[in-house]
C-alpha cells in the first residue's frame, strides 16, 4: 500500500486454480481481490509481485490519512486486544519505574515495548492465530501477533489511537521466507503515525514493507475465504525479499 514512507512502483497479482472476480479497497482502505473457483479445484496458487520505494525515516509514518475517524483507533477492542487483569496490570506496573507527566510519548511507548519483549519472550510453537493479548500474558511467550496484539491493548488503555499492521521483514542473512511479520503504529500529536516493531524493539525502517493495517490481526488476515462442504485444507507461503539500491 502507499502510505508515510513507503511509494509503489509496480504490483501485480497472478492466480492458478481460480479467478479474480472483484478489487476493491476495504474500509481501512486495504486493497482486496476476491476469488472465485470451482468445486473440484485440488490447488490454488496466488503469485504477488511487485517493486516498491521505502524511505527510512525512524518509523515515522506520517498524518492520518484513513476514513476510519482516528479515535475508533483509540477505543476498538476485540477478544485479541482485550485489555483484561494481564494487560492492567503490565500497565500500572510501567508507572513504578517512571513518570508519565516527565516522560515523552516516544520514550514512554518505546519502554512498554521492551517491557512486553521482557514478559514475553519470543518462542514459536506457544501460540497461534487464535491467541489472545490476555492469554499470551499469561503463558509468557508469544510471537510477532502475539507482542503487537499486547502493545495495542495497552496503548490502547493509555488513551493512545493505534493499530495493527502487517507485511514484510528483510532480513540481513535470508532473502527466502516463509512468514509475514507484524508490528504497531501509534498515533502522537505532531509526529502522527509512528512505528513500533515490539519483536525486534526497533522503530521500522527501510527493511520493512506494509501490506495491510487494521484494528487486529483479523482486519489483516492475508488469505482467507469461504468454503462449502468438508475437506482438508493446507496453505503454504514462499516469501522472496530483495534490496536493490
Known amino acids: 500500500m502507499d502510505q508515510g514512507n513507503q511509494k509503489i512502483i509496480n504490483w501485480d497479482i497472478d492466480v492458478k486454480g481460480c479467478t479474480i472476480e472483484l478489487e476493491t479497497y476495504d474500509f481501512q482502505g486495504n486493497k ?31 498524518s492520518h490519512k484513513s476514513s476510519v475517524p482516528i479515535d475508533l483507533f483509540k477505543f476498538s477492542s476485540s477478544k485479541y486486544t482485550y ?35 521482557l514478559k514475553v519472550k519470543y518462542l514459536k510453537g506457544k501460540t497461534n492465530i487464535k491467541t489472545t493479548a490476555e492469554d499470551s500474558l499469561g503463558l509468557g511467550y508469544g510471537v510477532c501477533q ?10 490502547r488503555l493509555l488513551g493512545y489511537p493505534s ?41 521500522p525502517d ?26 482438508d485444507e493446507e496453505i503454504k507461503t514462499n516469501i522472496l525479499i530483495e534490496s536493490k539500491q
Request: proline share 1%; glycine share 6%.
Open 146 to 155: 502475539d507482542h503487537v496484539h499486547i502493545f495495542l491493548a495497552s496503548t
Open 163 to 203: 493499530r495493527y499492521v502487517s507485511g514484510y521483514l528483510m532480513l540481513n542473512d535470508m532473502n527466502i521466507q516463509e512468514a509475514s511479520h507484524a508490528w504497531a503504529e501509534v498515533y502522537i500529536e505532531n509526529l502522527g503515525w509512528v512505528g513500533f516493531d515490539i519483536s525486534n524493539s526497533i522503530s
Open 206 to 231: 527501510d527493511k520493512y514493507v506494509k501490506l495491510a493495517i487494521g484494528f487486529d490481526y483479523i482486519d489483516v488476515i492475508p488469505i482467507s475465504g469461504i468454503r462449502v462442504g468438508e475437506s
Open 32 to 62: 482486496i481481490h476476491l476469488c472465485k473457483t470451482i468445486n473440484d479445484t485440488k490447488k490454488i496458487e496466488i503469485t504477488s509481485y511487485g517493486k516498491l520505494e521505502i524511505e527510512d525515516t525512524n518509523g515515522i509514518v506520517g
Open 83 to 117: 485489555a483484561g487483569p494481564y494487560t492492567k496490570k503490565l500497565v500500572s506496573n510501567l508507572f513504578k519505574n517512571i513518570n508519565k507527566k516527565t516522560i515523552s510519548d516516544l520514550e514512554l511507548l518505546n519502554f512498554l515495548s521492551k517491557n512486553i519483549l
